[in-house]
Each structure stands twice: as structure tokens, then as C-alpha cells.
T-cell receptor, first 113, second 112 residues
């Protein structure tokens, strides 16, 4: 298996632009997680899905952030409009069962100028 | 509110010695704990876990200890190797299985 795939690996955009991050989880995994890594807060859970259904989005910082999982093999995290403080590394992870180990993608480094 | 805390941002250890990484949590509903290791430009990878019904779990050079009364866990690496240099995150899962928290990470440097 190729593992969790994220694209793009790097994204540089200007303030106010829409940003879409993409994730393909490991086939057969029923949980998908989106995290943001910052120095101050470490790995911060933004939202997670179980069987494509959003379960907890309490970590989504603002209405500017939205996430979808239209099918078991694809998820997106969208930021619209983006702001400089959104600059961070965003990780997607998937797992089999909610308590199982999570397999992380390589991350997307987002820079908002 | 940080429910999982790693109070040491960094740690340096000589090769061959023991590395001890600490993690504290505040929520008594957490009953499953994991450690992840992260190299630069990569995603975290699972290292070892422990359930609250145990107080110790060992896997090769890695041992995790859990002190439920103190709400504290630690990861011991013996002997430490230069390849262990990475950022280590502890994570906690609630007994309902629907809450997941990671700490801020500890950057370990093993000096050859």
C-alpha cells in the first residue's frame, strides 16, 4: 500500500486566496483525521470522519475552514479566504478503528503571504 | 486548553544512554495512550502504545510507563541511538473513543 497520500506537498499563496488540501487515506481505513502542526500547539486535531461522516469538527478554528469526505478514498480541507496565520503544516491521517494507530501522510506545508 | 502536555520542548542525550520523554494529561477519561515519532519533512509514525489497564509496555528498546494516579506517562529509550533523533509526540484517546489529543512534542537529539 502506498500509505496516506497528501497533495500538494507545498503550497504558497497570497492572503485572501482559497486553498484546497487533498488526502487519500489507506484503503480499508474507516477513520480519517486532519491535523495542523504549529510550534505553540503541537499537533492540533481539526476534524475527523468515520465512514465518510464528519464526527467532530470542534477543532476547526473558524468558518473559513471546511472539510469534506465525498467517498472513502478522498478528503479535502479548504481554507477560504486564507490568512497568514493559517501558515502551518497540515497532516492527514487514517486508521482502522478510532482507537487504532493512525497512519499519517507526509503533510502539506502551507505558506500564506 | 492543552489536555496533553509535553513540558520539555527539547532533550539531548549521549548515544548509548537512556532517553526519558515525559507527558502529562489532565482528562481522566483518557484510557489509551500512544507515542509517535516524527522526522523532519515526514508525517509522524506510530511507535508504541499503552492501555490504562497496564502500567508498562515494552517493545525492544522502547518502554512506555503509565502512572494513572499522577496522570503521567513516560517513554524510555535504552540505549539511545543517533537514529532516534526526532520529535516525539504523545497522544491520548478517550474511553469513548471519540476524543483524540496530541501533545506539543519533544525534540530528542542523540549525540554520537
Amino acid at each position: 500500500d502506498a500509505g496516506v497520500i497528501q497533495s500538494p506537498r507545498h503550497e504558497v499563496t497570497e492572503m485572501g486566496q482559497e486553498v484546497t488540501l487533498r488526502c487519500k487515506p489507506i484503503s480499508g481505513h474507516d477513520y480519517l483525521f486532519w491535523y495542523r502542526q504549529t510550534m505553540m500547539r503541537g499537533l492540533e486535531l481539526l476534524i475527523y470522519f468515520n465512514n465518510n461522516v464528519p464526527i467532530d469538527d470542534s477543532g476547526m478554528p473558524e468558518d473559513r475552514f471546511s472539510a469534506k469526505m465525498p467517498n472513502a478514498s478522498f478528503s479535502t480541507l479548504k481554507i477560504q479566504p486564507s490568512e497568514p496565520r493559517d501558515s502551518a503544516v497540515y497532516f492527514c491521517a487514517s486508521s482502522l478503528g478510532g482507537r487504532g494507530e493512525q497512519f499519517f501522510g507526509p503533510g502539506t506545508r502551507l505558506t500564506v503571504l | 486548553d492543552q489536555q496533553v502536555k509535553q513540558n520539555s520542548p527539547s532533550l539531548s542525550v549521549q548515544e548509548g544512554r537512556i532517553s526519558i520523554l515525559n507527558c502529562d494529561y489532565t482528562n481522566s477519561m483518557f484510557d489509551y495512550f500512544l507515542w509517535y515519532k516524527k522526522y523532519p519533512a515526514e508525517g509522524p509514525t506510530f511507535l508504541i502504545s499503552i492501555s490504562s489497564i497496564k502500567d508498562k509496555n515494552e517493545d525492544g528498546r522502547f518502554t512506555v510507563f503509565l502512572n494513572k494516579s499522577a496522570k503521567h506517562l513516560s517513554l524510555h529509550i535504552v540505549p539511545s541511538q543517533p537514529g532516534d533523533s526526532a520529535v516525539y509526540f504523545c497522544a491520548a484517546v478517550s474511553n469513548t473513543g471519540n476524543q483524540f489529543y496530541f501533545g506539543t512534542g519533544t525534540s530528542l537529539t542523540v549525540i554520537p
